[in-house]
């Protein structure tokens, strides 16, 4: 079974692990969940622990967690926090971190907390710089969006942002799944997610500090965080790695999961 609950000191999270061996832990983007790491975890290479959990509030109502006490503070450093926390509960002292989009905020928050922890780094679709003025406008339009029409208008606004045109036109199941996905999360969650968003701070400073491997990964469909900023990040870290994805887009890993598990694996070899 890939699903499981871990019990920690202030709340419970669901996490999907699969493996053994070296731990590989994947944070999801926005507006996820866990379960976007599907075709990592069901494809993991002898000699790997890959896990994966839900980010703070993400995934139904109901879960611990989502309550609006812990999701008032929720923003990416608490979300790493969360993330060492889990590793830690799970005996894993040292990992590669992986995340996408979001996920990658919250990976760059971890490595800049805890650097000791972190073996190697993932950065897929992601950027290190905050938002601009613009984007936290932007921002505060997607809170008074899903509070007013609720998950599924989140949905219908960020489908044709998240997934490239190839697989829009080609993978319908896929935008069917990717709408799944969003709209198992609650209002309140997205609401909060979207808060930590708009307040990340600019990870930029952290690339220089950065010694340990780093693969950087997107796709060049990938419209709402461009190849551009994947450069940028491959030119900051020294010794990293850039590949990018044809025909993927914000969702690589999904959208070209046989590709994106190949970059990933190869790499880590
Ligand atoms: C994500 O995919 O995690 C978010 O769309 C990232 C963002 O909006 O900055």
Not at 27 to 32: E, K, V
Not at 90 to 97: E, G, P
Not at 195 to 223: M, Q
């Amino acid at each position: 079974m890939l699903t499981k609950t871990a019990h920690l000191a202030d709340r419970t999270v669901r996490y999907l692990e699969a493996g053994s061996g070296r731990a590989l832990v994947l944070i999801h983007g926005f507006p996820l969940s866990a379960d976007s790491w599907l075709p990592q975890l069901l494809r993991v290479p002898p000699g790997w622990r890959v896990v994966a959990p839900d980010l703070r509030g993400f995934r139904g109502a109901g879960a611990v967690g989502s309550d609006d006490a812990a999701l008032d503070h929720a923003t990416v450093d608490t979300h790493a926090a969360d993330v060492l926390a889990l590793m830690t509960h799970l005996d894993i002292d040292r990992a590669v971190v992986g995340g996408l989009s979001m996920g990658g905020y919250v990976t760059l928050a971890l490595v800049r907390r805890a650097p000791a922890r972190v073996s190697g780094l993932i950065l897929a679709n992601t950027r290190a710089g905050a938002d601009s003025e613009q984007g936290r406008a932007g921002r505060n339009l997607m809170i008074e969006l899903v509070q007013r029409e609720g998950p599924p208008a989140v949905a219908r606004e960020m489908l044709p942002k998240l997934l490239g045109a190839t697989s829009t036109r080609e993978q319908p199941d896929l935008v069917d799944a990717v709408r799944l996905l969003i709209e198992a999360n609650t209002t309140a969650g997205i609401a909060a997610a979207v808060r930590a968003l708009r307040d990340r701070p600019d990870a930029t400073p952290v690339l220089s500090s950065i010694s340990c491997p780093t693969l950087i990964i997107t796709g060049d469909e990938d419209t709402l965080i461009p190849v551009s900023e994947s450069e940028a990040m491959h030119r900051a870290i020294r010794g990293s790695t850039l590949i990018i994805l044809p025909r993927a887009g914000h969702l690589s890993n999904l959208e070209s999961p046989q590709a994106f598990n190949q970059a990933i694996w190869d790499w880590s070899d």
